[in-house]
C-alpha cells in the first residue's frame, strides 16, 4: 500500500527533505560532491557495491520531473549525461544504468549505476546492494579522479 496522504505530503516537503539539507555539503552521511552546476548537484555516494555508483541531484526542491520546464529538464539531463562521462572516463565502464525512482526520497534525482566487466548482464540492478565501503584514502582517489573528469568534459554549465 502506498504512503497515507499525510505520509507523503511529509515526505515531499521541502522544508523536512534531506536532499535539500545536505546535497550542496561538500560530504555527508551518504556521499560527497563532485561538482555543482546551477541546476544540480553531482555526488559520489559512500557505498560504491557498483563502483563508481554517483547521484545526480537536482538543486531545487522539486518532487517529479513532469514539473520542470523544458529548459529546466534538458539542463538537469545534460548534468546527468556529463556525470556518464566523467564516470566512463575515470572507471570505463561496460555500461551506465540511470535510475530516477523518488518513492521514498521524493526530490528528483538521478542514481548512476556503472556496470563493469566483471558484473553479470543478466542480474538486476539494486541500489540497495552491498553497502561496500571504500578506505578512506581509496574513497578520495576516486572523488578526485571524478571531479577532475568532470572539470575536463568541456561543458560550460559549472557555477
Not at 539531463?77 to 555500461?95: C, P, T
Amino acid at each position: 500500500m502506498w504512503w497515507s496522504e499525510d505520509e507523503w505530503a511529509a515526505l515531499a516537503a521541502a522544508e523536512q527533505c534531506g536532499m535539500c539539507a545536505d546535497a550542496h555539503l561538500p560530504a555527508n552521511d551518504h556521499s560527497a560532491l563532485i561538482a555543482t552546476t546551477e541546476t544540480s548537484h553531482v555526488r559520489l555516494a559512500r557505498n560504491q557495491h557498483h563502483a563508481g555508483y554517483c547521484l545526480v541531484i537536482l538543486r531545487e526542491h522539486v518532487v517529479d520531473m513532469s514539473e520542470l520546464s523544458p529548459a529546466q529538464l534538458s539542463a538537469f539531463w545534460a548534468d546527468v549525461q556529463r556525470a556518464g562521462r566523467a564516470i566512463d572516463e575515470v572507471l570505463r565502464s561496460k555500461r551506465i544504468d540511470y535510475l530516477v525512482m523518488g518513492h521514498r526520497m521524493p526530490h528528483l534525482h538521478c542514481h548512476l549505476l556503472p556496470q563493469h566487466a566483471t558484473d553479470d548482464p543478466l542480474r538486476t540492478v539494486n541500489i540497495a546492494d552491498g553497502p561496500t565501503y571504500l578506505a578512506p584514502d581509496a574513497f578520495d582517489t576516486a572523488l578526485a579522479a571524478l571531479q577532475r573528469a568532470w572539470a575536463s568534459s568541456g561543458f560550460s554549465t559549472e557555477r
